[in-house]
């Protein structure tokens, strides 16, 4: 069975208030239009009795009747005129009443007669010639009449406009929903062609549903962006391990179909070795990665002598790298901070490495460790090959290599350092930044506070 419209569901939702609304408000009249007209007659009878006592109890002049001449039908109010003995004296007795007459002084009441319904008023009066009593009658049935007709009129006049409203509501429900139309189409579209790339774009508003797009299209651009990205790094992560792998089979083809002598064969092993080990590095830091992504690295904050742990590291790196380039330290000592020190070791050497790698022969690499404001202050200055403007942006994503003069093979430089240093610094709370002028030098420097 098909499900109904959103449109069609609100419009409903729409008539039914409609609905409800309208026949509260025609009970409403309707009962206090019945109220009026009860009303109106019962002022129209009393008005007439009072006016028929006048009558009656004007005095006489020059032995002639006092007042005009006696109306016993006046505005839709018939009097007549009985003794006490309920006998009519003067006047007929309307709509053909047979049914007995009850007299009741002084009190407006309604009655039935043949099926009629009358509002009845009797009053009794002091005459020259006796006691009498006044009785009037006004039919209600006439003024309920006109009430029916009024509701009924007023039912289909409200049916027409319920229907008129139905049809505006569904028109303009329809305009209001327009977006969540065009979103629909827009994602499967998406779906279909598998094209990231499209965009709702209904323009700009200031209303829920425009800023609903604008919040999806926003969406939609990181979406694009990580899946890019993620492809390029498959891309790049298996470029990377297929010339190891190549290398290596290439290797262990000659050994086992070429080489003759115990030196060739280690020549070969060791260039097996040589590249087993790069992989390993790849795969080591593609699982350090991936453990970040699912935040499942335990952090270890505590309090740490970061001016011990940056000289450590570049005690270490000295070591390591044996070219003629000259490490300046400029580092403030007994500077502590809550860090993790495990993962800021990694940043330091990070970023020392790669002053190391990328530097010109005989350059300088300057590490500097500073506070401000309780802020911690870490940067490493070389005399490298530098990195273009439009390329600074790139170097945090992963695998990213500006050309390959900037990745030393035998160093292993595989483009994931600068990732992991961007992550440490979001853990830490800091923001880690790098100025470069192509040909002269880079250098990075990273902020973070002190105390979380």
């Known amino acids: 069975m098909r499900k109904m419209s959103l449109k069609l569901r609100l419009t409903l939702w729409y008539v039914l208030i409609m609905l409800i609304i309208s026949a509260i408000a025609l009970a409403a009249i309707t009962s206090f239009s019945r109220y009026m007209v009860l009303r109106d007659a019962q002022d129209r009878l009393m008005k007439a009795v009072s006016g028929m006592e006048m009558q009656l109890c004007a005095p006489k002049r020059d032995n002639k009747p006092g007042g005009p001449p006696r109306r016993f039908y006046d505005n839709?109010?018939?009097?007549?005129?009985?003794?006490?003995?309920?006998?009519?004296?003067?006047?007929?007795?309307?709509?053909?009443?047979?049914?007995?007459?009850?007299?009741?002084?002084?009190?407006?009441?309604?009655?039935?007669?043949?099926?009629?319904?009358?509002?009845?008023?009797?009053?009794?009066?002091?005459?020259?010639?006796?006691?009498?009593?006044?009785?009037?009658?006004?039919?209600?049935?006439?003024?309920?009449?006109?009430?029916?007709?009024?509701?009924?009129?007023n039912i289909l006049l409200t049916a027409l406009l319920i229907l008129l409203a139905a049809l505006g509501g569904y028109f303009i429900t329809s305009r209001a929903l327009k977006p969540v139309d065009i979103m629909s189409k827009t994602a499967n579209s998406i779906i279909k062609s598998k094209d990231l790339s499209q965009r709702i774009n209904i323009g700009k508003s200031n209303d829920e549903l425009s800023s609903l797009a604008a919040t999806l299209d926003e969406m939609l651009s990181g979406i694009e962006g990580a899946f890019q990205r993620e492809k390029q790094f498959t891309s790049d992560a298996s470029h990377e391990l297929r010339t190891p792998i190549a290398v290596i089979l290439s290797e262990c083809e000659y050994m086992t179909d070429c080489a003759d002598t115990v030196d060739e064969l280690k020549d070969s092993a060791e260039s097996v070795k040589e590249e087993a080990q790069k992989m390993s590095r790849l795969v080591s830091e593609l699982l350090s990665i991936a453990r970040m992504d699912k935040d499942s690295l335990k952090l270890n904050f505590e309090e740490t002598d970061i001016s011990e742990l940056v000289s450590f590291v570049c005690d270490e790196q000295e070591e390591i790298n044996t070219d003629e380039i000259k490490l300046i330290r400029e580092i403030k000592p007994g500077i502590l901070a809550e860090a993790d020190k495990f993962l800021l070791a990694r940043l330091f050497i990070n970023l020392i490495s790669n002053a190391y790698k990328y530097n010109k022969e005989n350059g300088e690499i300057k590490v500097s460790l500073s506070e401000n404001d309780g802020d911690v202050i870490f940067a490493v200055s070389d005399t490298g090959i530098g990195i273009a403007e439009e390329n600074l942006p790139k170097i945090w994503e992963r695998l990213y290599q500006v050309d390959p003069a900037r990745s030393d093979n035998e160093n292993g430089g595989m483009g994931l350092g600068l990732s992991m240093v961007k992550w440490i610094a979001e853990k830490h709370s800091g923001k880690a930044e790098v100025q470069s002028e192509l040909g002269k030098g880079t250098t990075f420097t990273f902020t973070f506070p002190a105390r979380r």
């Open 76 to 153: 839709g109010v018939h009097t007549i005129i009985l003794d006490e003995d309920k006998n009519v004296i003067e006047g007929n007795i309307p709509f053909s009443i047979t049914d007995e007459l009850d007299i009741n002084d002084g009190t407006v009441r309604k009655e039935s007669y043949d099926g009629n319904s009358f509002l009845v008023y009797d009053k009794k009066v002091e005459t020259a010639n006796g006691n009498v009593y006044i009785k009037g009658f006004v039919s209600i049935d006439e003024g309920n009449l006109a009430v029916k007709s009024i509701l009924r009129n």
